[in-house]
């Protein structure tokens, strides 16, 4: 059986305020998804092609069909997703470019590391698929879910002339100018085991590979003056576990992550999260805590969201308001309140096929806050979109 879906949709960003490197207040993304599905017996055949347009210099401007997802810029042409899957019994086997997420929690989930992102707008993190191997086994009460993939997918940092990069005081006068990468060799693995119990669910994980987050080298170059950026990444090795509990009026969730390696740059650190839901009628609130433990400090200059959302407060409230509209509140406080940041999204259906949001992020904090560096980036978005 062969069906599809898809949409087009215009995004329109202002930013009441320009930025130190980017002196722009409007942007236009434009985007066009088309997600065809074949299923024949036991075999099912997916993919997921991108044409998209921006008027910032985030997309780039040749014509060609992009797979790799190793640019710096957005291609016009993605080959987002592209895979086979074979499914008998409890055994899924699927192999090709493929979405694979890990992890319960919400905001932050340290255990999701085959799930690299598109972070041109930090608080806008667009996953990207990797391409894989997948084993599933599945039963009524556990699952294995074992994953191979030959290469890093790495995710997509800010553009270093955009307002997204805040450089160091030392370099803040100085062009910064992207002077490629260096990506590493060598598989990525990783094996989750969950269990769902009478009384709760847990999961057991365990990730070997690179960290799909760069780290950064910089070498002056005095003529004319800059600092050319080459991206790194580590090796990293993780051991995750998550547990969630429904109790009478709420559910618990927890979810942990211990992250080594050995790249001496990269450190040895914990993430953690402790959240608990609630719903009341049509609204759904979350609130939690995102931590952090450090046990080596890192040495090298790191682009790290993940990192930058921990010692901090979390919350998000959700409501349907009705078969066409609903609201969504979230917010980041950091536990010193040096950082915030916080969204409210009204969405409104226009028919059957149309829907319209309004986004507001405010950002707000100190300079050395990961939140509060932003604190010139809040912006209001309108999007249209078009789904068929």
Not at 174 to 203: C, F, M
Not at 228 to 246: E, H, K, S
């Given at each position: 059986?062969?069906?599809?879906?898809?949409?087009?949709?215009?995004?329109?960003?202002?930013?009441?305020?320009?930025?130190?490197?980017?002196?722009?207040?409007?942007?236009?993304?434009?985007?066009?998804?088309?997600?065809?599905?074949?299923?024949?017996?036991?075999?099912?055949?997916?993919?997921?092609?991108?044409?998209?347009?921006?008027?910032?210099?985030?997309?780039?401007?040749?014509?060609?069909?992009?797979?790799?997802?190793?640019?710096?810029?957005?291609?016009?042409?993605?080959?987002?997703?592209?895979?086979?899957?074979?499914?008998?019994?409890?055994?899924?086997?699927?192999?090709?470019?493929?979405?694979?997420r890990w992890g319960k929690t919400d905001i932050l989930v340290p255990t999701d590391r085959f799930a690299p992102r598109d972070y041109l707008n930090i608080v806008d993190p667009q996953l990207l698929a990797v391409t894989a191997a997948r084993v599933t086994f599945a039963?009524?009460?556990?699952?294995?879910?074992?994953?191979?993939?030959?290469?890093?997918?790495?995710?997509?940092?800010?553009?270093?002339?955009?307002?997204?990069?805040?450089?160091?005081?030392?370099?803040?006068?100085?062009?910064?100018?992207?002077?490629?990468?260096?990506?590493?060799?060598?598989?990525?693995?990783?094996?989750?085991?969950?269990?769902?119990?009478?009384?709760?669910?847990?999961?057991?994980?365990?990730?070997?590979?690179?960290?799909?987050?760069?780290?950064?080298?910089?070498?002056?170059?005095?003529?004319?003056?800059?600092?050319?950026?080459?991206?790194?990444?580590?090796?990293?090795?993780?051991?995750?576990?998550?547990?969630?509990?429904?109790?009478?009026?709420?559910?618990?969730?927890?979810?942990?992550?211990?992250?080594?390696?050995?790249?001496?740059?990269?450190?040895?650190?914990?993430?953690?999260?402790?959240?608990?839901?609630?719903?009341?009628?049509?609204?759904?609130?979350?609130?939690?805590?995102?931590?952090?433990?450090?046990?080596?400090?890192?040495?090298?200059?790191?682009?790290?969201?993940?990192?930058?959302?921990?010692?901090?407060?979390?919350?998000?409230?959700?409501?349907?308001?009705?078969?066409?509209?609903?609201?969504?509140?979230?917010?980041?406080?950091?536990?010193?309140?040096?950082?915030?940041?916080?969204?409210?999204?009204?969405?409104?259906?226009?028919?059957?096929?149309?829907?319209?949001?309004?986004?507001?992020?405010?950002?707000?904090?100190?300079?050395?806050?990961?939140?509060?560096?932003?604190?010139?980036?809040?912006?209001?978005?309108?999007?249209?979109?078009?789904?068929?």
């Amino acid at each position: 059986m062969y069906t599809y879906r898809g949409f087009a949709e215009v995004l329109f960003d202002a930013y009441p305020v320009t930025s130190a490197r980017d002196d722009e207040r409007a942007v236009v993304d434009t985007l066009a998804r088309w997600e065809p599905n074949l299923r024949a017996g036991d075999w099912q055949f997916s993919a997921s092609l991108d044409a998209r347009m921006d008027t910032h210099s985030l997309t780039e401007r040749r014509v060609a069909i992009g797979y790799s997802d190793r640019s710096v810029q957005r291609p016009a042409f993605n080959l987002a997703a592209l895979s086979a899957s074979w499914t008998h019994g409890p055994v899924t086997v699927a192999v090709g470019k493929q979405f694979v997420r890990w992890g319960k929690t919400d905001i932050l989930v340290p255990t999701d590391r085959f799930a690299p992102r598109d972070y041109l707008n930090i608080v806008d993190p667009q996953l990207l698929a990797v391409t894989a191997a997948r084993v599933t086994f599945a039963t009524a009460s556990n699952s294995l879910d074992i994953v191979v993939s030959p290469r890093l997918t790495p995710s997509r940092s800010p553009l270093l002339d955009q307002r997204w990069v805040v450089a160091p005081p030392e370099a803040a006068e100085l062009t910064l100018v992207d002077a490629g990468a260096r990506y590493p060799s060598g598989t990525q693995s990783g094996v989750r085991w969950n269990h769902i119990g009478k009384r709760h669910e847990h999961s057991l994980s365990v990730y070997r590979g690179f960290n799909h987050l760069p780290w950064f080298e910089g070498t002056f170059a005095p003529a004319p003056p800059r600092i050319d950026v080459r991206r790194r990444y580590a090796q990293l090795t993780t051991f995750g576990a998550d547990v969630v509990v429904p109790l009478a009026i709420l559910t618990v969730k927890a979810e942990s992550a211990w992250f080594q390696s050995e790249t001496p740059e990269a450190g040895e650190y914990l993430l953690y999260v402790v959240q608990a839901e609630r719903q009341a009628g049509e609204w759904l609130f979350i609130a939690g805590y995102a931590g952090e433990y450090e046990r080596t400090p890192a040495t090298a200059f790191r682009f790290a969201p993940d990192r930058g959302l921990t010692r901090a407060f979390v919350g998000r409230a959700s409501v349907t308001l009705d078969a066409t509209r609903s609201l969504v509140f979230e917010t980041v406080v950091r536990q010193n309140a040096n950082g915030f940041y916080g969204r409210g999204e009204y969405a409104q259906g226009l028919g059957g096929h149309w829907r319209a949001m309004v986004t507001a992020h405010a950002f707000g904090g100190s300079d050395d806050d990961f939140l509060g560096r932003y604190r010139r980036n809040s912006f209001v978005r309108l999007t249209m979109r078009y789904s068929f």
